[in-house]
């Protein structure tokens, strides 16, 4: 098993984000999503992913003209890598209560989750 | 006499613990009248209104309270320089009484430092909990695609919201919230945007914006402030609270308001949090949360105010109705296909149609890749191979459950694929003919398994296999003769022989079903043989009717079609190529390159050339039992014109293992040769080019069974002039048998070599495939 478990920095990880968002891109791609928030030169973009790709954050497919990258691993595993970091701290720690959001920061529990399912199919059979 | 006693004799600190008595018995009351207003209001938005009033006079009661009891500034300064202690020491000789009541009066004071300490705490959590959130604002986010802010600005003026409102993409969040209140931004758990039904999406943003409208991130801040200063007090607890639940429900109507449709909201939220649910384990979970009463709440919604039944009203319970029957009828084929076609796979796998099984968990793979049957799916493409077995079944069986291994280190499957792989190589270590280093192998995943995976189920096993393997290696390897090898492979079982064995084998190998496959091998004479193969074509005949058995005429063009066009060492009709073929037909696109994709890199990814192996894309737009929009690749790693079925879309990458970025294909015309001598040693000769220079030579020979390498590097200089020596003279080096300086087992083996210029660090890349007999 892989023990390199190397975070990846804030720029990367806002590449690995825009990978996940839009699934395999382009560097143009991806620079567009990028440059919408803060102005970035191409060429910074290019050479971070290239980077990244050294590193196997990020995988070259090189089958087209313009090679599509995608993030090397899913979301949740980086997110778990991650999850001691930030996310902990940002949702079960001191900001917990400051985040505003459609569920509580508290998370449901299996069986409530079974109940709930229950009771939307109950509604639907009783509407019909 | 420390500061803090000179401290709490202050009477300001003796004020102060007063007040926090006395808050004590207010805060209660307040929440009383609060618990009183709340079993009568039913309106969410008069709830949270009292709530917040209880909440504003909590505040109001402890200032005036403190006001009140604060002795003027005056009398503070002199009483400070007459400490109380004179008084407990007259104590000492007075009634019992006085003491007690002295103590009483002391220990008030003391509640100051207490409360002081645990408000610096409190506020200095929330700032800290502003400033992560901050955080969470900038740290891997990306802007969400266009259409969907277009959408958020569409809902924002709907709702009147007049501040800019950026919807944004996070990786690290895992609920979408809202963050700011002067430059507001939600954040979206990437993925989520394009993973649930845009109306449910719509219903999430419009709950978001519901908070900015109502400026809740704000209030919010107030709110956590007084939590900090009341701290000690349940009843501060209870009322924020309540506020919390009232603010929710308040923008849950607001939702259903606007967009008319709970039922889709409610789902939304299920949605949402089951979503979550992935993600996290089980066990972490807490029993809060209050989605279940808000879903309750939500569906009952049109029933508490059917009161007021204005056309509106039931125009929004139309569309409810209409969305709830449309969900019904749409909600099931939704989740169903990557179920089927896994279960489908497994039942394959389970009979022994590995490669219809591979087609199917591929199709899954790259159709469904957000399926909870992924991983799953490709541990069952490295079980096929596995149970398909043989030397090449099994090598890609390795390479499988590794990139399994590496993927998802995480899951509990893992420690299956890591007992195959201690399988597989200590299964090895008997057979004839097994590699060298299969030993080692053995004893390293073996270990993995033993370690990693220690409260598996697997370990025991694992932990056996070791044994065997120390206790094999301390004895001499048994040298077994290849007869013993020949005699091991299933000898001519009953059955059909001749060209009765043939047909089975060969003409309808493909096609046949298991059933009819037994029952043909249960026949005994040759008449059953012919009955049977003519019942065989009789029940495919299209049309029965006529002399002609269309059916059996196209397979037979098939087979001869492949083995006319995808021959190579082995047959046409056995390669991967020619399997597809007779048993799906000619595809309905083929994409093809058969020199493999020599091409010049886009400049702005870095210029230069890459090189792709031969391969071929076969698309089919529907195979029967399988599906639609079907791509299967074939590669041919060893250019051979063996092309392999692949999963892996990187294996047609040549360079695809090799780390280096700027690379130059193998020139036309020059090439590596190999030549094998009797003694099965071998010779090389490895074309570096006539250009004068240094050049380091890398090998690589890899037995094509079970991927065990010997490598090889080597410098070289090629001589500027013809006289020079201890350079080479002319542009091939022969390696002699230096390059793989022992002998080599009988098998197929791929060589490759990489020669590296040391001044224009340029890359030639040959690669070359050869059998040892």
Partial sequence: MPDNLRLPTDAELEVLTVLWSRGPSTVRAVHEAIERRKPTQYTTVLKLMQIMAEKGLVRRNEKQRAHIYEAARPREWTQRQLAGDLLHRAFNGSASSLLLGALSARQASKEELAGLRKLLDEYEKGTR | ?773
């Avoid at chain 2, 931004?185 to 900015?212: K, R, S």
């Avoid at chain 2, 469904?368 to 079980?383: F, G, H, M, Q």
């Avoid at chain 2, 059909?496 to 037994?518: F, H, M």
């Fill in chain 2, 1 to 773: 006499m420390s500061l803090l006693e000179y401290w709490v004799q202050m009477p300001a600190a003796k004020a102060l613990g007063q007040t926090l008595v006395h808050s004590l018995w207010e805060g209660a009351a307040i929440a009383l009248v609060l618990a009183a207003a709340m079993s009568a209001i039913r309106n969410a938005r008069a709830r949270y209104a009292a709530a917040s009033m209880a909440m504003v006079a909590m505040l109001a009661c402890f200032g005036f309270t403190l006001a009140r009891l604060m002795p003027p500034a005056a009398a503070a300064a002199v009483t400070v320089r007459m400490p109380v202690i004179p008084a407990a020491l007259d104590g000492s000789a007075g009634d019992l009484a006085t003491v007690t009541k002295l103590r009483a009066e002391d220990l008030l004071p003391w509640l100051a430092p207490f409360w002081i300490a645990g408000v610096l705490f409190f506020q200095v959590r929330g700032v800290a909990g502003w400033m992560s959130a901050r955080r969470l604002r900038h740290r891997g986010v990306c802007g969400a695609p266009d259409p969907w802010q277009a959408r958020l600005d569409r809902l924002a003026a709907r709702l009147r919201v007049s501040r800019p409102v950026t919807l944004l993409e996070s990786c690290l969040a895992e609920i979408p919230v809202v963050i700011g209140y002067a430059r507001p931004v939600i954040l979206m758990p990437v993925g989520l945007v394009a993973g649930l039904p845009a109306a449910q999406v719509e219903a999430i943003l419009l709950h978001e914006l519901a908070h900015i409208r109502r400026f809740d991130y704000l209030v919010n801040l107030l709110q956590i402030s007084v939590e900090g200063l009341l701290f000690y007090h349940p009843a501060v607890w209870w009322i924020s609270g309540v506020m919390r639940a009232e603010r929710e429900n308040c923008c849950d109507d607001l939702v259903v308001a606007t967009s008319g449709n709970a039922h889709e909201y409610a789902r939304a939220l299920a949605a949402l949090e089951e979503n979550r649910c992935d993600l996290r384990h089980a066990a972490l979970a807490a029993t809060g949360g209050n989605l279940v009463k808000r879903i309750h709440r939500l569906l009952s919604q049109p029933q508490g105010s059917r009161a007021v039944l204005t056309p509106a009203v039931s125009a929004g319970v139309l569309t409810i109705a209409a969305a709830v029957t449309l969900m019904a009828w749409q909600s099931k084929p939704i989740a169903q296909p990557d179920q089927i076609l896994y279960e489908s796979a497994i039942g394959d796998i389970q009979h022994g149609r590995y490669e219809r099984a591979r087609l199917e968990l591929a199709t899954l793979i790259r159709t469904y890749d957000t399926s909870e049957y992924l991983a799953k799916a490709k541990l069952a493409v490295a079980d096929s191979w596995y149970r398909e077995g043989g030397p090449h079944g099994l090598a890609q069986a390795i390479a499988e459950y590794k990139d399994f291994i590496l993927f998802y280190p995480a899951l509990e499957e893992s420690a299956e694929a890591q007992a195959k792989l201690c399988q597989i190589y200590s299964g090895q270590m008997g057979k004839a003919g097994a590699p060298e280093g299969v030993l080692e192998r053995a004893r390293e995943e073996c270990g993995h398994v033993v370690k990693q995976f220690p409260d598996s189920r697997f370990a025991p096993q694992a932990r056996q296999a070791l044994g065997n393997i120390e206790a094999r290696d301390r004895a001499p390897a048994p040298v077994q003769a290849p007869v013993l090898a020949q005699a091991q492979t299933p000898a001519a079982t009953q059955g059909p022989s001749g060209p009765y064995r043939k047909w089975l084998n060969e003409d309808v190998a493909y096609i046949i079903t298991d059933q009819e496959r037994a029952a043909y091998k249960a026949l005994q004479t040759n008449e059953e043989y012919e009955k049977f193969i003519e019942q065989f074509w009789l029940v495919r005949d299209p049309t029965p009717g006529t002399v002609e058995n269309e059916f059996k005429e196209e397979h037979y063009r098939r087979i001869a079609y492949a083995s006319e066009h995808y021959a190579s060492i082995i047959p046409g009709w056995k390669t991967d190529r020619g399997r597809i073929y007779i048993q799906y037909g000619p595809p309905n696109a083929i994409e093809s390159h058969p020199s493999g994709g020599a091409y010049q890199r886009p400049v702005e990814q870095g210029g230069g050339q890459t090189t792709t192996f031969p391969f071929e894309q076969w698309f089919y737009r529907y195979i029967e039992g399988i599906g639609s929009n079907v791509i299967i690749e074939f590669v041919d790693p060893n250019r051979n014109g063996e092309y392999h079925m692949t999963m892996d879309p990187n294996a047609k990458d040549a360079l695809h293992q090799i780390p280096n970025n700027v690379f130059v294909s193998g020139e036309t015309g020059a090439h590596v040769s190999v030549e094998i001598t009797p003694e099965r040693r071998m010779l090389a000769s490895i074309p570096v080019g006539s250009v004068p220079g240094h050049y380091s030579v890398d090998s690589r020979t890899t037995r094509l069974s079970d991927g065990t390498t010997i490598s090889e590097h080597m410098e070289l200089n090629v001589c500027k002039s013809p006289g020079e020596t201890g350079c080479l003279t002319q542009p091939e080096y022969r390696s002699g048998s230096s390059v793989v300086n022992r002998v080599l087992e009988p098998g197929a083996y791929q060589y490759t070599v990489v020669i590296k210029d040391q001044a224009g660090a340029t890359l030639k890349t040959y690669t070359v495939n050869f059998i040892v007999n």
